[in-house]
């Protein structure tokens, strides 16, 4: 196998140059950068990324953060993220806390010596305890939003109020909304869009909180029931999936008797002509994420860096009637 040395030797210069010319061409003549790569491209040398990266004081490593790898919603974010940091030369790690507790500060200062920045996804994290958890760090968060912390988050409140508005349009005069869980700052977002757009207009329950799961859908289904609504909007699609098997299994037909929110999978899969759906594209809110991520990891030394708050547009559909 190659190695730096050889290709040192190959294109006459020292190691010390060769090592510049990879990896900070600008600090040699263009004559000798050519003749490196050259070299390099003629032996077959792959340059050793980590140790590049440790002698510009990074680790080539990034963490994204994540409550739990138990909700698929942050499947395709991790994959998307992964793919970005990959197309950058970086590599990503994984790891599940809530920072929901001051507890995982410390978790979190030991990984920050690890690694180079975080991505942190914690729809339940006390603001203190998630700012205090990226200090001295560049992080990005994703489908959160504090201020002062760059961000890259699904903007699903403004199509849960579409969704809402959907309804009463159709003629709907009672909707019921299933939150998700305790302290998600996405079920709050979405909680007060739903309001907004019912307000004055039609009667609307909220219920909840519960997890996202399929468990939560079939326990909220008395519930739904007693409320008399005859549209249902739910927090997340597992929670439409469980309430769906719960209302069929009460002798109501969804759609039809009930119409339920989904994603375009569940409306798809189960074939719920005249139900509406949303999808977040959780591979794009992942690249986006990482983009910010690099922007911060690249900014100068000592820079607060951008601490925007970007916005994923998260489309409504509607499937055709029956």
């Not at 900070?24 to 003549?29: F, H, Q, R, T």
């Not at 440790?54 to 490593?61: F, H, I, P, V």
């Not at 030991?110 to 942190?120: E, P």
């Not at 996804?121 to 504090?146: N, Y």
Request: proline content about 5%; some cysteine; glycine content about 10%.
């Amino acid at each position: 196998m190659a190695t730096l040395d050889h290709v040192a030797q190959h294109a006459g210069v020292s190691k010390a140059t060769a090592s510049r010319a990879l990896s900070k061409p600008s600090l040699v003549s263009p004559a000798t950068v050519a003749r490196v790569l050259d070299s390099a491209r003629e032996l077959g040398f792959v340059p050793n990324r980590t140790a590049q990266a440790l002698a510009g004081g990074r680790t080539g490593l990034v963490a994204i953060v994540v409550p739990t790898l138990e909700n698929s919603f942050f499947t395709p974010i991790i994959r998307g993220a992964q793919e970005q940091a990959a197309a950058s030369g970086l590599h990503l790690t994984i790891a599940v806390h809530g920072l929901d507790s001051p507890t995982d500060i410390a978790a979190l200062e030991t990984l920050s010596r690890q690694v180079d920045g975080f991505l942190i996804a914690a729809p339940r994290g006390d603001d203190d305890v998630v700012t205090a958890a990226t200090a001295g760090i560049p992080s990005v968060l994703i489908d959160r939003e504090i201020h002062g912390l760059p961000s890259v988050s699904a903007d699903t409140a403004t199509a849960f109020g579409q969704l809402a508005r959907g309804f009463i349009d159709r003629g709907h005069t009672s909707i019921a909304f299933v939150g998700g869980p305790d302290r998600s700052w996405q079920n709050a977002q979405r909680i007060t869009a739903v309001q907004d757009a019912a307000a004055g207009r039609c009667a609307l329950t909220v219920l909840g909180p519960y997890p996202a799961t399929v468990a939560s859908g079939v326990e909220a289904t008395e519930a739904v029931v007693a409320s008399g609504a005859t549209a249902v909007i739910s927090y997340a699609a597992s929670i439409s999936l469980g309430l769906i098997f719960g209302l069929n299994a009460r002798g109501l037909t969804v759609p039809g008797d009930v119409v339920v929110s989904a994603d375009d999978g569940v409306v798809g899969a189960l074939g719920l002509q005249g139900a509406p759906s949303i999808e977040v594209d959780g591979e794009e809110l992942g690249h986006l994420a990482m983009q910010r991520l690099l922007e911060q990891i690249g900014a100068p030394a000592g820079t607060a860096g951008d601490d925007t708050q970007a916005k994923l547009a998260v489309p409504v559909r509607w499937s055709a009637a029956r």
